[in-house]
């Protein structure tokens, strides 16, 4: 074996670290540490690092145990060269350095190290001074993930209990704390239900009591909040987050006890009693209370808006589940969400967001006039987003529809590409609320047709063209002009332009014989994608077979669409909301989504998360079946999940009124005669061109269809993020959406 | 009645682990090199430093402060040129992981001045021996500055020697009920100072009506005070929890929309009966934050004028007016007029202080030391463009006012009193001063 060498800076160092001179050594101590910062492996100095160890000087045995807690792992042998000193600072009159001892000793990761930690532990946490008590309490949720036996067997866990009525609420707070780090670490060590592999006795021993809260935990732990430190009282209040009754009384209790922490200046601690009182609310009865909570609960979320972006952000991304789950308790509040100039570009996008869910027939004219300024903003993201803004609002305040068309007009007038485009977006998704309402506008989005580019800008163009072909002059003109590009275009384009082809044929077969021919032929000889050829020969069949039912089948009226309440579906909603100013909670996906050894895919996903509703594949069979939540594929979930099942036939109720209204009565029997296939075609004409973003997407091979012919489109107001969430599309894309993200 | 029922079978959420706890700190330069790292907890390798560097640092467009990759989150915070990190493995608490990140960074202040790439590489001996205070097995511990800073000193070697004497007392004091005091605090004259410091949040538009305006106060407060004082604090406020609710106006009553308290305010004697009562920390804390929304005085009135008469010509004429009382002065008036990206010369003419074009900034800076109340002035300018190909037009964004106005409270609040009370009975001196700004955030549209 060679000698190490005798130069090089590791050799340097092992000659001061041997040093007589107590400065030298506290120096190459120093030097040690920032090589390991910078990545260098200190590793073979660790014998002569753990001869410092033992000294008078605070700072460099802190250092020393430093550089233990990182080398400790890969020099197992040679720990026990510290064991001694630990044992005896861990008795050390100095309660620091008591404290310091175990919560080093406790991190090694060394099972040597950890035979020696047993009977200090239990002294340390038994101690008399609450710094040390506190520090030990720790220490046991550290041991439990190194060696969850040895917690057991020392009693550790019960001691943990025991210091839940400690007189210190630091104490308390940090029992409290060990205490769920423990009970998860053993949740997770336990397999889940579904693995194969049984659980060893021992987990399911541990899993069992190891943390109740009880009516008397309760008592204590309330009694702690109000006086442990900012960092003490989140734990206590995510414990209570937990802890479920039924009591009203008592749920009460919580409520009152909890409702000053809204007072903090800690956004975590505002954030934690706002979780705390959404779970307890539920069985809270009393009027007057009820009311001061929802009213309290305001003014500090407002307040949230005022700290460092980042707690910001997640305030805001909070806000935005609070508001889907209670929509009334900021309503006054719209204006504290404008977007400042310099605000980052995430807390904008959120803000955004949340003032189209506060919008009202009364402020909304303030809206449309910051919508409008923002639209003329830089950053092109921010800007689009704002314009599809300025359309949510129009879909969903009706009496404002108009002003915010006007609006909409006005800013395709800058002649901005981007704008343009996606106002004409906008301005589709418009129509499909309000059919028959401003087809005054139509020329001049048909004059901008040179500036469209982009693919779901030029697919929305095609759709209004071909929606109202017969009050367009020169539709066959306009629309001949994406025929001749026809090959060039992509499958989105392609499949909107044979549509909207057909419904002018359809309305106006005279004079559109000859470009209908072309189009099918384009699309069944000359492409390759299977929708658009597939899409081509339905239509030719059908165009060729009974022209009547083609008619009631491509023409039939469907209903309007609506912005949703929600983007994320009820029962996801409630478990976000009990965890509140988590990062489940700010992603609006469940943590299983991100987190975990086997992060789940969409369809486990669905399966934990609706565990009530029906099954995937059922749910997807009613889609395909119920065109009318096809069309509403932005309300999928919305409000009532069990209304499913009736809506086969809701559809074909609301099919045959609405045709009836379209024209005469035999195609309004010919549409009843051939519904399914007609509601089918529907889907996927309108499936196409817009709005696949369906949260939690039952119909996903639906969904997936979609997706691979035209970008998805998010008409749900939570732009930024994966809306997609919870079930996405396919399993694989987990990842890259976090990605993304 | 009782109901003690266990957590497992509760919680459907809770299969998937719902703490807050924080896997490593890091803290890393702008180009991504680690300064500071550190580890608490085994389920992270420290390899994951890199994979940060590559994500985040070197990706130039960052639309979110977390970052999750896999199944690790990465929250950020940038200040100055380092970026301080935390990674998790969980579910973690986000806005609890960014107030850490935040403490981190004032503790880090108060500390060594400036948090950046310097600061951290010639202290970073101090900065793990802090973490390993601040923070244990990833759940943050004290915090508090006056605390660490009995037990934590940048001399080292020297205090030690006092440390060990008082190691007690301190480690009582750091778990204590009131852990951010000591008990034998003496001042040979009791005093306290107090300042309101208010901040304007202010949108017109180009009309000039007042999109938004509102005030995010702070009352910042040095108690240099013997013993365990007891404080009383009184405002003339009227704290409106509900805004329809009886419109009788006390005369004078500042309606602040919501306040926030230091910990050392008794948050349940507030919630019954709206008092401030607290056993202050020693020397500066923050006692509390309010925001109102209710009858702001605007220091400031802007008027502007903006032509472009020709494509390549932009001419401004700004009318600024201090709208508060003459006996009161403004300090550091900077106003920030924009101009188009394309502006080759600026010609600025001012009434009162100086005008400068800075071309790096895109903005034409009006800058006035001192402004006496109800004073007003007017700045002339006409920037020449360079012609370009681009049809866009050009953006506008807001022009921005920073002042600062001392004696004067855009929201009005007053402090009515500060009583304190501590059993030897001594006297005590109080300050209150009040300061009115804007940095950054009060905005005008053209």
Redesign the interface.
């Known amino acids: 074996m060679a000698a190490p060498p005798r130069k090089g800076e590791n050799w340097e160092l092992r000659q001061q670290l041997n040093s007589e001179y107590r400065d030298k050594r506290a120096d190459a101590i120093?030097r040690v540490?920032?090589n390991h910062?910078?990545?260098k492996d200190c590793s073979g100095l660790f014998p002569d690092v753990v001869k410092n160890m033992q000294t008078?000087?605070?700072?460099q045995k802190?250092?020393v145990y430093?550089y233990l807690m990182?080398y400790a792992k890969t020099q197992p042998e040679l720990v026990i060269l510290a064991v001694n000193t630990f044992v005896k600072d861990a008795a050390d009159p100095?309660?620091?350095?008591r404290?310091?001892a175990i919560?080093t000793m406790s991190?090694l990761?060394a099972d040597k190290i950890l035979n020696y930690l047993a009977s200090p532990l239990s002294r340390c946490l038994k101690d008399e001074?609450?710094?040390?008590r506190?520090?030990a309490a720790?220490c046991v949720?550290?041991v439990f993930?190194?060696k969850p036996d040895m917690c057991i067997e020392y009693g550790f866990v019960e001691t943990l209990r025991d210091l839940i009525g400690d007189g210190?609420?630091?104490?308390v707070a940090?029992a409290v704390?060990a205490l769920?780090?423990i009970?998860?670490a053993s949740?997770?060590m336990a397999p889940?239900e579904s693995s194969p592999e049984g659980s060893s006795p021992n987990s399911a021993r541990l899993?069992?009591?190891l943390?109740?809260?009880?009516?008397a935990t309760l008592a204590k732990l309330l009694v702690a909040l109000?006086?442990c430190?900012?960092?003490g009282r989140?734990?206590i209040l995510?414990t209570l987050a937990?802890?479920?009754?039924?009591?009203v009384e008592?749920a009460e209790h919580i409520c009152e006890r909890v409702?000053?922490?809204f007072?903090?200046?800690?956004?975590?601690v505002?954030?934690?009693a706002v979780k705390v009182i959404m779970i307890h609310i539920k069985n809270v009865q009393r009027e007057d209370l009820l009311k001061?909570l929802t009213?309290?609960m305001a003014?500090?979320l407002?307040?949230l808006i005022?700290q460092?972006?980042?707690?910001q952000?997640?305030?805001l991304r909070?806000i935005n589940l609070l508001l889907q789950k209670r929509p009334e308790i900021l309503a006054?509040e719209m204006?504290?969400f404008?977007c400042?100039?310099?605000d980052p570009?995430?807390v904008k996008v959120e803000k955004l967001d949340i003032m189209v869910r506060l919008a009202t027939e009364r402020n909304v004219d303030?809206l449309l006039?910051?919508l409008k300024?923002y639209a003329?903003?830089?950053d092109v993201?921010f800007v689009r987003k704002s314009v599809r803004a300025i359309g949510q609002a129009a879909i969903k305040i009706e009496s404002a529809a108009e002003r915010c068309v006007s609006v909409l007009m006005d800013l395709i007038e800058?002649?901005?590409s981007y704008v343009v485009q996606e106002a004409v977006i906008v301005i589709k998704d418009v129509f499909r609320k309000y059919p028959h309402s401003y087809e005054g506008i139509i020329p001049t989005l048909c004059a901008n047709l040179d500036e469209l580019d982009e693919p779901e800008a030029r697919v929305s163009l095609i759709w209004i063209i071909g929606e109202y072909a017969e009050k367009i002059e020169n539709a066959d003109e306009l629309l001949g002009t994406f025929l001749d590009t026809f090959k060039e275009e992509s499958y989105a384009v392609q499949l909107q332009t044979l549509t909207a082809i057909v419904k002018l044929f359809l309305k106006k077969p005279d004079q559109s014989q000859g470009i209908v021919q072309r189009v099918l032929q384009a699309a069944t000889k000359d492409c390759d994608n299977a929708d658009v050829r597939d899409r081509a020969y339905i239509y030719w069949r059908l165009l060729s077979s009974d022209p009547a039912a083609a008619k009631s089948v491509v023409l039939a009226v469907r209903p309007p669409i609506n912005l949703p309440q929600r983007t994320v579906p009820p029962a996801i909603l409630e478990?976000l909301i009990?965890?509140i100013?988590?990062?489940?909670?700010?992603?609006h996906k469940?943590?299983?989504t991100?987190?975990?050894?086997g992060?789940l895919g969409a369809e486990e996903m669905k399966r934990?998360v609706e565990p009530e509703e029906d099954t995937a594949r059922e749910r997807a069979l009613q889609t395909v079946v119920a065109g009318q939540q096809a069309e509403n594929l932005l309300d999928f979930d919305a409000d009532e999940p069990e209304s499913g099942a009736s809506d086969g036939l809701a559809g074909l109720g609301s099919l045959s009124t609405g045709s009836s209204v379209i024209s005469s009565q035999a195609i309004a029997s010919a549409a009843k005669s051939t519904n399914p296939l007609d509601e089918l075609m529907d889907l996927f004409s309108t499936a196409s061109m817009a709005t696949p973003a369906a949260p939690l997407a039952p119909g996903a091979g639906l969904e997936g269809l979609a997706n691979s012919v035209s970008p998805p489109t998010t008409l749900s107001p939570s732009p930024?993020t994966p809306t997609a969430a919870p079930a996405a599309t396919a399993g694989g894309a987990q990842?890259d959406l976090?990605?993304l993200? | 009645?009782?109901?003690?029922?266990?957590?497992?079978h509760?919680?459907?959420?809770?299969?998937?682990?719902?703490?807050?706890?924080i896997s490593a700190f890091f803290i890393y330069n702008t180009k991504g090199?680690?300064?500071?790292?550190r580890?608490?907890?085994?389920d992270l390798k420290?390899s994951i430093?890199d994979v940060f560097r590559i994500q985040v640092i070197s990706n130039a467009d960052i639309?979110?402060?977390?970052?999750?990759?896999?199944?690790t989150?990465f929250?950020h915070?940038k200040i100055n040129n380092v970026f301080v990190t935390a990674v998790?493995?969980?579910?973690?608490?986000?806005?609890?992981v960014?107030?850490f990140?935040?403490r981190f960074i004032t503790i880090s202040r108060s500390y060594f001045g400036k948090l950046d790439e310097e600061s951290v590489k010639s202290n970073?001996?101090l900065i793990?021996?802090l973490l390993?205070e601040i923070i244990?097995?990833g759940?943050?511990?004290?915090?508090?500055i006056d605390t660490l800073k009995m037990?934590i000193t940048t001399e080292?070697?020297k205090s030690?020697m006092a440390?060990?004497e008082d190691?007690?007392k301190?480690?009582?004091q750091?778990?204590?009920?009131t852990?951010w005091r000591r008990a034998d605090v003496k001042y040979r004259k009791n005093e306290a100072f107090v300042d309101v410091i208010e901040t304007v949040?202010m949108?017109m538009?180009k009309e000039g009506a007042v999109?938004?305006a509102?005030v995010?106060g702070q009352i910042l407060m040095r108690a240099y005070l013997s013993g365990m004082p007891e404080c009383k604090f009184g405002l003339n406020d009227k704290l409106v929890?509900?805004?329809r609710g009886d419109q009788a106006k006390t005369d004078g009553a500042v309606e602040l929309?919501?306040?926030?308290?230091?910990?050392c305010?008794?948050?349940?004697k507030?919630?019954s009966d709206r008092s401030i009562s607290f056993i202050p920390p020693d020397g500066e804390f923050?006692l509390m934050?309010y925001?109102s929304?209710s009858n702001i005085n605007l220091p400031f009135r802007l008027q502007t004028h903006v032509n472009e008469p020709t494509k390549n010509r932009v001419e401004y004429t700004i009318h600024l007016k201090a709208a508060f009382d003459s006996k009161l002065n403004a300090n550091n008036v900077v106003i920030r007029i924009p101009t188009p990206l394309n502006t080759v010369k600026v010609d600025a003419k001012v009434g009162m202080g100086k005008a400068k074009y800075v071309p790096g900034e895109n903005h034409i800076v009006w800058k006035i030391s001192r402004i006496q109340g109800m004073q007003e002035c007017t700045l002339t300018a006409e920037a020449n463009l360079a012609m370009t190909t681009t049809?866009?037009?050009w953006?506008?964004?807001?022009i921005e006012l920073d002042f600062s106005v001392v004696m004067f409270t855009a929201s009005g609040l007053l402090v009515r009193y500060l009583k304190v009370f501590e059993k030897s009975g001594y006297n005590s001196v109080k300050w209150v001063r009040f300061l009115t700004k804007a940095n950054?955030?009060y905005?005008i549209?053209f």
Not at chain 2, 15 to 20: A, C, D, F, G, V
Not at chain 2, 39 to 42: A, D, E, I, K, W
Not at chain 2, 139 to 144: A, D, F, G
Request: hydrophobic letters at 35%.
């Open positions: 120093k540490i920032a910062t910078i990545g008078d000087d605070l700072e802190k250092l430093l990182n100095n309660p620091l350095i404290a310091l919560r991190v990761r001074n609450p710094y040390v506190k520090t720790l949720a550290k993930d190194l210190n609420p630091m104490v940090n704390t769920a780090d009970h998860e949740l997770n889940p899993n069992n009591q943390f109740i809260i009880d009516h109000n006086e430190s900012e960092w989140i734990a995510s937990r802890y479920r009754t039924t009591d008592e409702m000053p922490q007072q903090h200046a800690n956004a975590a505002v954030l934690g001061s009213r309290k003014p500090p407002v307040t005022s460092a972006p980042e707690v952000w997640v305030a909070n006054n204006r504290v404008f400042k100039y310099n570009p995430y303030i006039g910051e300024e003329s903003e830089v993201d800058t002649r901005v478990e009990s965890e100013s988590s990062l489940a909670s700010v992603y469940p943590a299983a991100f987190i975990g050894k992060r934990t930024a990842d976090l990605g993200f | 009645m009782a109901t003690a029922i266990h957590i497992d509760l919680c459907l959420s809770s299969r998937h682990p719902s703490t807050r706890m090199e680690v300064l500071i790292s580890l608490f907890r085994s420290r430093a639309r979110s402060p977390i970052i999750t990759l896999g199944s989150s929250f915070v998790t493995k969980c579910n973690a608490n986000a806005a609890l960014f107030e990140l935040y970073f001996v793990y021996e390993d244990d097995f759940y943050p511990q004290n915090s508090e037990y080292g070697i030690e440390v060990r190691s007690s301190i480690t009582i750091a778990t204590g009920a852990s949040n949108l538009s999109l938004r509102d995010d929890l509900d805004k929309d919501d306040c926030q308290f230091h910990q305010v008794r948050l349940g507030f919630d923050e934050r925001r929304t049809k866009q037009a953006s506008r964004p807001p950054g955030t905005q549209r």
